[in-house]
């Protein structure tokens, strides 16, 4: 039942042939069964799951039920879940229970969709490997002496050991591309304000951005049909129809245009990723697309450039965290700075003071305009790079990661190598356009990820283009032996 699309359980489930009840109770007993060996759920809820379940099997039986009612998800532990401890992966909100639900929790909710529990990540969204939890390291099902990938590591973790069919994630500077790529994994980051951030716990504003991990273009396709909408309760939610991604699945790829940028395949990409995706682009090819060498020429100031915006902005966010009003308080605080100074400095992890510390600073009088606004006016001109490539081209095809996955606790004591692992998938972030990662084979034995990016509102389009080359490979649908 677990190697089956999102597509098949869900005529399973409108066939009657299983109930929601019993699809439920196989994931959470697999994910008993598993888990300890990934610990990539922070938080299972199975009395919830199956209350959702039984729910969705009234509405299958009454008729008035959607695609996705009844199949059980995953949900990144950054959404606020009622009732149901949120903790964004850190000591500072271990003890926080969200009073509302997140509006991707509420329309997954209102689809009928069963959410198993609240997947593991680097605290508070920052890092690329998920060993920045409170809550420990999320491994790898491919590998468990290997890293997940980061922030999203145990959504990805999670789906592709199959212990959920479909999951949630959050993409800052990469956090849904590169855990997709290192487990083999298909995951969207949608255009900035496709998706609502209301009740996404807040890392980096500007940047921040929800999506879907699953194994297919065709899965994330019907998660990415419930997930976006207009929410008036952000502000950047973008007022826009919702696409119907998965009629959009079958089109021809006869005479696309690919732009390979020549600054994705020099120095620091692993030879053998770089073969993967040789063999890659002639399967793009055989179905009817032209290569074309682009240029990218100011690619090498996106980390620079995302590692002033970032920090800023998670400064600013993190701030509310003071042990006041919710949260993590330090005991036997002597006034109220002892207060603040004690609850964050013991609420807090290593890499997430190092970036409030850098933000506070690229922020501070005197610092403002050399940093903070240079970075901001230097994002516009990564912006243009990308608006003169589709000019030429219709999609960008690259690396998701520039290694496969790294061993845990192999470059936890290096932030600056930590950050270059995501140099392919930072300026998406930054010019707010969408990019997908979708699994390209496997290199060192590991899993590898391509990456393709387009422009504002092309999500159809690169769904439709996974979509074909999935038609034409298996490597999607391939599941580590251990938990086959």
């Known amino acids: 039942m677990h190697e089956k699309t999102l597509a098949e359980l869900s005529e399973l489930l409108h066939q009657r ?20 060996q990934l610990n990539s759920f922070v938080t299972v809820t199975p009395e919830l799951a199956l209350e959702q379940a039984r729910a969705a099997d009234a509405r299958l039986q009454a ?20 009732g149901v401890k949120t903790t964004c992966g850190s000591k500072m909100l271990d003890n926080f229970i969200a009073p509302y639900n997140a509006t991707v929790v509420e329309k997954c909710n209102a689809a009928g969709m069963v959410m198993l529990g609240k997947t593991n990540m680097d605290e508070f969204a920052m890092g690329s490997s998920n060993e920045t939890s409170y809550y420990g390291a999320v491994k790898n099902p491919w590998d468990v002496k290997a890293v997940p990938g980061g922030s999203s590591g145990g959504s990805a973790a999670a789906v592709a050991a199959r212990l959920a069919p479909i999951a949630t994630g959050t993409d800052t500077g990469g956090s849904i591309r590169q855990p997709a790529a290192l487990c083999n994994l298909t995951g ?23 999506g879907p ?34 009629n959009q699945l079958n089109q021809s790829i006869e005479g696309l245009r690919i732009g390979v940028p020549k600054e994705y395949f020099g120095e620091g990409l692993d030879p053998e990723v770089a073969k993967v995706l040789e063999t890659s682009l002639k399967e793009f090819e055989q179905a009817g697309a032209t290569i074309h060498e682009v240029h990218l020429p100011n690619n090498q100031l996106a980390i620079p450039v995302y590692y002033i915006i970032a920090p800023a902005e ?20 002597k006034d109220l700075i002892d207060l603040y100074k004690r609850s964050r400095g013991e609420g807090f992890g290593a890499e997430v003071k190092r970036r409030i510390m850098i933000g506070t600073y690229a922020l501070s009088a005197g610092y403002y305009d050399a940093y903070y606004l240079k970075a901001q006016q230097l994002r516009r001109v990564l912006t243009q790079d990308f608006t003169d490539a589709f000019k030429q081209v219709d999609v960008l095809f690259g690396p998701t990661s520039p290694t496969v ?8 004591d290096d932030p600056v190598t930590m950050y270059l692992s995501d140099i392919y998938t930072i300026a998406v972030n930054l010019a707010g356009i969408p990019a997908l990662s979708l699994p390209a084979g ?36 391939r599941t580590p032996a251990s938990f086959a």
């Open 17 to 36: 042939k299983i109930s929601s009840v019993e699809l439920t109770q196989h994931f959470l007993q697999r994910i008993e069964r598993y888990d300890g």
């Open 63 to 82: 008729g008035t039920a959607g695609k996705l009612t009844g199949i059980p998800l995953a949900q990144k532990d950054i959404f606020c879940t009622a």
């Open 188 to 210: 969207l980051k949608p255009t900035y304000g496709l998706v609502s951030r209301y009740g996404m716990i807040a890392f980096a504003s500007s940047l921040d951005q929800g």
């Open 213 to 246: 991990m699953a194994h297919s273009a065709e899965d994330v396709a019907l998660l990415m049909e419930t997930m976006t909408g207009f929410d008036k309760r952000d502000s950047t939610s973008l007022d826009r129809p919702v696409e119907n991604y998965s």
């Open 314 to 333: 998670c400064s600013s966010n993190l701030s509310r965290f003071d042990g006041v009003r919710f949260g993590y308080r330090c005991e036997n605080p």
């Open 405 to 412: 996955a790294f061993n845990i606790g192999e470059k936890v």
């Open 442 to 477: 496997f290199a060192h034995n590991r899993p590898v990820g391509m990456q393709l990016i387009g422009n504002y509102f092309s999500e159809g389009r690169l769904l439709n283009i996974a979509h074909q080359y999935q038609q034409r490979t298996d490597w999607h649908s």
